[in-house]
């Protein structure tokens, strides 16, 4: 592990195994300096255990990113799940996943991602208090942070269209969505309100037909999203999609959506500094869900503050795309220096 590319100084990643419950888990921590390593948990089947060890390398890092971005009190981490996960074994599973994170001791806090919902989450709440994205009580903030992350992406992309043409408004922009989960599903709803005109695509028939309906978006096959003729693609499914030869046969104006890691490789970076295209790098835009999950676990905030803070995403993204756009950087790269040097400010 320490040898993998992905391994970037990582504090601590705890394999975790269960026998009675069957549960194989990983959890990374990549750093605690400006507060616990916060971030979800990830259920999925991995083609081997070397690749979800990557996955939470990949994933933790990002989250110290975002979290030092998002100006929030947290640091990054990540927990992978390995399905599948039968039903039967479910609640056993979550328990055990709690248990684990309970003896980290609050080193690690955690919440829903992929494959993951908030039921799961109270489970591993009757074993720790380290989690967060809990059904809201009466006067709180929390529940479930996709709504937050998807209206973060809109603020990203409305930012980023106006730079890309002066546009004031989203009515008319073509926007294709690879994904409809919690999250792409509702940046859907957020997008047809506004006037976008949506190609969707996810390998869930019924996910694709639920949208098409409520919004009157067109399905896309799914190996043809990403190459859709759009002002705008919204990735938001899993990560690692944007090659180099990914990039080199896009067409659209704006890459802004909610999935992690988009960027496979340093390949896919450099022919993304090499293209027009305007990327706005995934964890300054999706950082809405963890804003919600932040203000539920520390307390503290209205709902209000909450959506200030979602909102302020728009700002930020303008500042950066500006910033590199003056300083003739890639600002993905420009991104990852910010968030490191608030990093290493606060240690």
């Keep these: ?106 080193r690690y806090v955690t919440a829903e991602d992929v494959g993951v919902s908030v039921s799961d989450m109270q489970i591993v709440a009757r074993q720790t208090r380290a989690v967060s994205g809990l059904p809201r009580a009466s006067g709180s903030v929390g529940g479930d942070p996709s709504p937050y992350t998807a209206r973060g992406v809109l603020r990203g992309i409305e930012v980023a269209m106006r730079q890309a043409d002066g546009r004031t408004d989203l009515e008319g922009v073509r926007v294709a969505v690879q994904g409809l989960g919690s999250v792409g599903g509702a940046l859907c709803g957020l997008l047809a309100e506004r006037g976008a005109k949506l190609l969707v695509a996810d390998p869930h028939p019924d996910r694709v037909a639920a949208v098409c309906e409520a919004t009157g978006a067109k399905a896309v096959p799914l190996d043809a999203i990403l190459f859709q003729d759009v002002d705008v693609l919204a990735p938001c499914a899993l990560g690692g999609i944007l090659t180099a030869e990914v990039i080199g046969a896009l067409n659209a104006t704006v890459i802004a959506g909610a999935a992690n890691n988009q960027l496979a490789d340093r390949a896919a970076s450099a022919a993304l500094a090499a293209s027009d295209l305007i990327y706005v790098p995934d964890y300054v835009i999706n950082a809405g869900g963890i804003i919600v999950v932040a203000a539920e676990y520390l307390g503290g905030q209205t709902e209000a503050d909450v959506l200030d803070r979602v909102d302020a995403i728009g700002p930020r993204v303008a500042d950066l795309l500006a910033r590199a756009a003056r300083e003739a950087v890639p600002v993905d790269a420009l991104a990852d220096q910010l968030a490191a040097g608030l990093i290493e400010a606060a240690r």
């Excluded at 390995?82 to 609050?106: C, I, K, N, S």
């Design 1 to 106: 592990m320490l040898n993998l590319p992905d391994f970037d100084d990582h504090e601590a990643v705890t394999w975790v195994s269960d026998r009675k419950s069957g549960l194989r888990a990983v959890i990374a921590q990549h750093s605690t300096v400006l507060g616990p390593a916060a971030g979800g948990c990830r259920l999925w089947s991995y083609g081997s255990p070397e690749a979800g060890v990557v996955d939470a390398l990949r994933l933790s890092r990002g989250m110290s990113y975002k979290n030092a971005m998002a100006g929030l009190p947290l640091g990054g981490g990540k927990a992978v799940i390995f399905g599948p996960v039968p039903a039967d074994q479910r609640e056993a599973v979550f328990e055990a996943f709690g248990a684990a994170v309970e003896r980290l001791a609050g």
